[in-house]
């Protein structure tokens, strides 16, 4: 099973946050988790912020903006 800090691992390593990873990562913190899952959250967090990793959610909304805008 996948830890929270395996997934964030493999965001940063990307620099990339897929849908399905993220969906993951909603799922998970729903339950029960180590606090090292949590720091690596929080650093997920901060990578995003500061433009580290980019969200597939965030481009997919940026392209569907775009689109509705060239309209």
């Given at each position: 099973m996948d830890l929270i800090r395996d997934i964030v691992q493999q965001a940063l390593d990307?620099?990339?946050?897929?849908?399905?990873?993220?969906?993951?990562?909603?799922?998970?913190?729903?339950?029960?988790?180590?606090?090292?899952d949590l720091k690596a959250f929080m650093l997920l967090q901060r990578a995003i912020m500061t433009g580290q990793v980019r969200q597939e959610a965030r481009e997919q909304k940026r392209q569907l903006m775009r689109h509705q805008v060239l309209q």
């Open positions: 990307a620099e990339y946050l897929t849908l399905e990873a993220e969906a993951r990562l909603r799922q998970m913190l729903r339950g029960k988790y180590e606090s090292a």
